[in-house]
C-alpha cells in the first residue's frame, strides 16, 4: 500500500483457549463494574431532582451536549468517574466532553443543576483544573452550558483559593486566542457569575437564565435592599441594561442554535497537519483488545497483541527490536495519524531506557506523536542493575520524556508502578489525555511488594531494638497494609482522583486515540530539538 509504513504484525493470541477465555471473562466482569457505575451518573442527583428539572422545560446536561454536537459524530466525555470513591458525587456534578460543533472540535462543559444547584465541590475543581489543561495544551475552543449555584460553601476551603484558577485560565485562553463561550440557561451565583463575564461570547436564555454575584437574600443582608432576580440579575437585563449578554436566546434549543452560528463565525483552522497515512482497519479485530491484557497485572502478556489491534493495517515498524525487548518501540499509525508507539513487556533494564529515550528523540527529529501503553512494574534493582548504570541510564528516559515536545497520549493496558510510571510519561509529565483500561493498577509497587518491604523493615527495626517481633501483629499490619495498597491502587481509585481521563471498554482504544489525536492537532505539532544533560 502506498505510504503505508511497517510490517503486518502477526498475532498468537488464541482466543479459542482456555486461558483466553477465562481472561476475557475477568476483564468482562471488571468493566461491568465500570460500566454500572457510568450508567448511574446522569441521574446522580436522585430522580426527584431530574423530574423537577424536566417539569420546568429544561435539558439534562448531557441532553444539552447530544443537542448541540453535531449529527453522528462521537463525543468523548472526560472524567466521567470523577469524585468516586469520596463523599461528593460520582461526576462531580459536572460533565466534560470533547464534540464536533460545525466541524470543529470544542471541549464543552455543561454543569449539572440537579445535584446541590450545580455548585461547585472539591472533586469538580480537580476535574475542572485537569479539563482546562486539554483545553490549554490541545488549544480547543471552549463551550460552556452554564447553571451555577457557585462554590458548594460547607467545602469552601478546599475549593476558594485554587477555584480562582479557573478565572485565570479562561481569561488567558481569549488572550491565546482560544475562544471561550458560555450559554447560561438557568441561575449562576457568585463564582458562576464570573463564567460569562470572562467569556469572548455569551448567550442568555430569556426568563431562564440569570446571573448575579450575590442573590436577593444576599442582597437584602449586605444593602437592605429588596430586588427580585429579573431586575437584579434577569436575562434581558442583562442584555439591554448591563451588556453582559450578547445574545438572547427565547429557550434553550435557541441558545445552541446560537451557539453553533458563533462556531460556525469563527472560521477556526487547526494548527497540526492532517492525518498523512492510509487509515485502513487493523488486519486482527481490534475487539479482541478486551482479551490481550491480563486481568491479574503479575501475569505477563505481550504488547504486540495490543499494537497489532490499535494500528492502521497492524502495519508496525519496530526499532531496536533485538536490543532492550522488554520495552517494545516502534512507528504506525492510528485512523491515519503518524505516531510513535512504547509499550512494556517486562521491567525496565539499562538497555530499555537507552532505547526508550533514543526513540523519543527521533519521534521528536520527525514532529511524531508518541502513545505511552504502560504495563509497568519499574526499573531493575540489585547490585548488578546498579553497577551497570540503572540510575544513570533511567534518568536519560526520564529526561527525554520531560523535554519532548510533541504530544504524549497514555493507555494505561496494566500495571503502572514506581519510577516506571515516570519513565512512561505518566501524569506527571503532562500527556495530553490519559485512558486507563479497567484492570489498570498505579502506585509506588504492587501491594505485595510493599506489604514485604514494610515487613523486613519492622523486623529489621525490632532486630536493631534487641526485641522479639510478634508474628500475630506484624502479620495483621502486612495483610492490611496490602488491602489497603491494592484498594487505593485501582483504576476507580486513580478515576474517581482524576489521575487519569477515564476508564474506556478496552475495545474502544482504537477510536479513542483516534479522536485524542485528532484533538491535539488542533494545536501545533513540532517536536524539541534540545533536552538538559545527561551521563553517558
Not at 65 to 84: C, F, K, N, R
Not at 143 to 154: Q, R
Not at 299 to 315: H, K, Q, V, Y
Request: glycine share 12%.
Amino acid at each position: 500500500m502506498v505510504g503505508a509504513v511497517g510490517k503486518v504484525l502477526r498475532s498468537r493470541l488464541d482466543t479459542r483457549s482456555d486461558d483466553y477465555r477465562e481472561n476475557l471473562a475477568a476483564m468482562e466482569a471488571l468493566w461491568a463494574e465500570v460500566d454500572a457505575l457510568m450508567q448511574s451518573v446522569p441521574s446522580i442527583g436522585g430522580q426527584r431532582y431530574v423530574d423537577r428539572h424536566r417539569q420546568r422545560g429544561k435539558m439534562l446536561p448531557r441532553e444539552r451536549i447530544e443537542q448541540l454536537v453535531d449529527p453522528d459524530t462521537p463525543v468523548l466525555e472526560l472524567s466521567p468517574l470523577a469524585a468516586w470513591g469520596s463523599e461528593f458525587p460520582i461526576g462531580a456534578g459536572s460533565v466534560n466532553a470533547i464534540g464536533v460543533v460545525e466541524g470543529v472540535e470544542c471541549a464543552i462543559t455543561a454543569s449539572d443543576m440537579t445535584y446541590r444547584g450545580g455548585s461547585m465541590n472539591p472533586r469538580s475543581v480537580d476535574k475542572g483544573g485537569r479539563f482546562r489543561e486539554i483545553i490549554r495544551h490541545n488549544r480547543l475552543p471552549w463551550i460552556n452550558l452554564n447553571e451555577s449555584a457557585g462554590a458548594d460553601l460547607p467545602h469552601q476551603a478546599d475549593i476558594f483559593i485554587r477555584g480562582g484558577e479557573g478565572f485565570r485560565d479562561q481569561t488567558q485562553f481569549s488572550k491565546l486566542g482560544i475562544p471561550t463561550i458560555t450559554a447560561i440557561f438557568g441561575p449562576n451565583t457568585a463564582g458562576g457569575a464570573y463564567v460569562p463575564g470572562m467569556s469572548d461570547y455569551t448567550i442568555f436564555v430569556k426568563e431562564r437564565g440569570t446571573a448575579y454575584l450575590g442573590g436577593p437574600p444576599l442582597v437584602k443582608m449586605a444593602i437592605d435592599e429588596v430586588v427580585d432576580e429579573e431586575t437584579l440579575g434577569g436575562a434581558e437585563m442583562h442584555a439591554r441594561t448591563s451588556g453582559l449578554s450578547d445574545y438572547l436566546a427565547a429557550d434553550e434549543m435557541d441558545a445552541l442554535r446560537m451557539i453553533r452560528d458563533i462556531v460556525r463565525h469563527l472560521r477556526w483552522r487547526k494548527l497540526g497537519p492532517g492525518p498523512s497515512e492510509p487509515a485502513d482497519d487493523p488486519v486482527h479485530d481490534p475487539n479482541e483488545l478486551i482479551g490481550c491484557a491480563s486481568a491479574d497485572v503479575r501475569i505477563p502478556f505481550d504488547i504486540r497483541e495490543i499494537d497489532a489491534r490499535l494500528l492502521d493495517g497492524s502495519r508496525f515498524e519496530e526499532f531496536k527490536p533485538l536490543y532492550g525487548d522488554k520495552l517494545v518501540c516502534g512507528w504506525g499509525s492510528i485512523h491515519g495519524y503518524p505516531v510513535g508507539l512504547l509499550g512494556n513487556n517486562g521491567i525496565l533494564f539499562s538497555e530499555e531506557a537507552k532505547k526508550g529515550a533514543q526513540f523519543i528523540q527521533l519521534c521528536n527529529r520527525t514532529d511524531t506523536p508518541l502513545v505511552f501503553l504502560h504495563n509497568i512494574t519499574g526499573f531493575m534493582v540489585g547490585s548488578q542493575a546498579e553497577q551497570g548504570g540503572i540510575i544513570r541510564n533511567g534518568a536519560k528516559l526520564i529526561n527525554a520524556v520531560s523535554n519532548s515536545e510533541v504530544p504524549h497520549f497514555c493507555l494505561m493496558v496494566g500495571a503502572s508502578y514506581g519510577a516506571g510510571n515516570y519513565g512512561m510519561a505518566g501524569k506527571a509529565y503532562n500527556p495530553r489525555l490519559i485512558f486507563s483500561w479497567p484492570n489498570h493498577k498505579i502506585a509506588v509497587m504492587g501491594g505485595r511488594q510493599l506489604a514485604g518491604v514494610m515487613d523486613i523493615v519492622a523486623r529489621n527495626a525490632a532486630a536493631g531494638r534487641g526485641i522479639e517481633v510478634d508474628e500475630d501483629d506484624l502479620n495483621a499490619k502486612k495483610e492490611a497494609l496490602e488491602a489497603q495498597i491494592e484498594g487505593e491502587s485501582s483504576a476507580l481509585y486513580a478515576t474517581g482522583r482524576v489521575w487519569d481521563d477515564g476508564i474506556i471498554h478496552p475495545n474502544d482504544s482504537r477510536t479513542v486515540l483516534g479522536l485524542a489525536l485528532s484533538a491535539a492537532h488542533n494545536n501545533v505539532v513540532q517536536g524539541a530539538r534540545e533536552y538538559g544533560v545527561w551521563r553517558h
